[in-house]
């Protein structure tokens, strides 16, 4: 299933197949290339007249723009961008030391900005342009359909004296590129819980723009455009289901943070200096946020207000509440005390775990799911940390890379074709509780995105290392990334 | 003159400052601050990591009074603000030399 698959322009299966016999993989790779650079080339000031060329390339759509539908989207819209700013910035900011606590927000205000604009010249473009079946289309890349919102913004046509806006499934294409927007947006703010309170400011900002085109887009392509993990797509080599991200956002960001962590070494003090949350009054703020925004990340991905929605929106909750006792509850059993911290993080893990499965699973499997990953995670970030000592500094991949992992093999378990509408199911049987084969090809998406994740983060790290270096000064780190990197302080007193 | 700092639990404060109104102090200082006695700290766990906390955070309360009135503010501060468990606090006893009401210049006990 991919997140645009409602309304992507269709082929029938023998365009399908011709396109995937005539493209090898060798010539989509080299085509990938031309793309990024034709884009570099493209950015230019001066291409931005092109930018406004009234006669589009992509045939023209046909007009279904639902109105409900738009007003749900653009709420979700809303609510997904509630969750990096000001939800992961508060959750995350309140974990880290006190001298650090604008840097953390620092990272997720500015990326903000910076994914937009990045999302808005080309991003939306490398990660949706093209549709299998059509001139021009692979299953490794987008194409320039959309680079600087050519195709999505609404022309006026001479011939039909009508303004015409693009659409895709029942919303316009211009939501549909806000709403994906606001996951490029949140994806790579969540490695930044890997490398906090000792990365560089400018290295950091290099790395994301780096590796949200060169990671998240063609794994977004991958997944929710009909490339080589799509469910259902004539091209997947191993198609998967992945409603919301579990692969795209969290497998994809929590491995890379692990890269980051492993990577970048350990904090100063580590391991015999105290790092505990300087404001946890924050990080609980920041996870009911999160909670609240959830429902938009997930529920909107449906691209749609109908009853997938609904679902959707109940297995998101329902998992988050399980996640939320899950947690504590270990901890309440086995070091005596059930913390806030404990129950925020177990919120969070099991809204991560159900994002792949929350629009193919009912509530009760929706239920164990968050229960499943308050208990998995809770051993990630306590037990397993610990044994490897690796400075994972607020648990990114314990809780992204970990929970995500989880989310998409327990999708090959519960997803269930009494939820999935039939245009994804095919009317086939899903996950293994219900007798179906889905369970391999999740296995196999997630370990095709831990590869590439890692080792491109990996690359991409030890480039920058070479050309801007990774970590701040010994002396900055100890000062603090809120004065050294930003001269400002978190907490002024006179 | 006697300077008496107390230092008390947070939650006693209020018990406090209202006997020691009753009793006719009419000022006082408090201020937040942290330490420790002869229990040490206590430990907190952030997902699964232990942090020996030493330094316990307290109000110390401040109040200066006539070398009569002593005993009874002692009596007081003491029966308002002992739980009896570990960790109630200390009450200090300073000789003070002289005090001053920096509106009026006033001096001694008539600047208390």
Known sequence: MTQRQAGAPSCDSAQ????????????????????????????????????????????????????????????????????????????????????NVLGVMMQCLMLAGLMTVLWGLYGYSLSFGGAPGEAGFSPWVGNGDFVLMRNVTS???????????????????????????MFFIITPALICGAFAERMKFSTMVAFMILWGTLVYCPLCHWVWDGGILAFGAADAKFGALDFAGGTVVHISSGVSALVCALVMGKRLGFGHEPMPPHNLTYTVVGAALLWFGWFGFNAGSALNSGAQAASAFCATHFAAAAGALAWPLLEWVFRGKPTVLGCASGAVAGLVCITPASGYVAP????????????????????????????????????????????????????TRNITPEGTSGGKLLGLLEG?????????????????AAVATFVLLKILDVAMGLRVTQQDEVQGLDYSQHGEEGYIFI | MKKIEAIVRHFKLEEVKHALSELGVRGMTISEVRGFGRQKGHTETYRGTEYTIDFVPKVKIEVVVRNEDVEKTLATILRTAQTGQIGDGKIFVIP??????IRTGETGVDAV
């Open chain 1, 364 to 415: 009760m499997p929706a239920l164990a799911m968050g229960l499943a990953a308050g208990a998995v995670c809770f051993y990630a970030c306590t037990a397993l940390k610990s044994k490897f000592g690796y400075d994972d500094s607020l648990d990114a991949f314990g809780v992204h890379g970990v929970g995500g992992t989880l989310g998409a093999v327990l999708t090959g378990v519960f997803a």
């Open chain 2, 96 to 101: 003070l030399d002289e005090t001053v009401r």
């Open chain 1, 16 to 99: 399908v197949a011709t396109s995937c016999e005539s493209n090898g993989w060798r010539l989509d790779i080299a085509r990938g290339l031309r793309f990024i650079f034709t884009v570099a080339v493209l950015s230019l000031p001066g291409a931005l007249a092109w930018a406004e060329d009234p006669k589009p390339s992509a045939p023209a759509p046909v007009a279904t723009l639902d109105k409900a539908d738009q007003a749900w989207m653009l709420m979700s819209c809303a609510l997904v961008f509630l969750m990096t700013a000001p939800g992961l910035a508060l959750f995350y900011s309140g974990l880290v030391r006190k001298k």
């Open chain 1, 155 to 181: 022309t006026f046509n001479e011939a039909t004296g009508l303004v015409e806006t693009p659409v895709e499934g029942s919303i316009s294409r211009l939501t549909h590129m806000l709403f994906q927007g």
């Open chain 1, 436 to 452: 179906g084969p889905l369970l391999t090809p999740q296995v196999m998406a997630a370990l095709v995105t831990w590869v590439y």
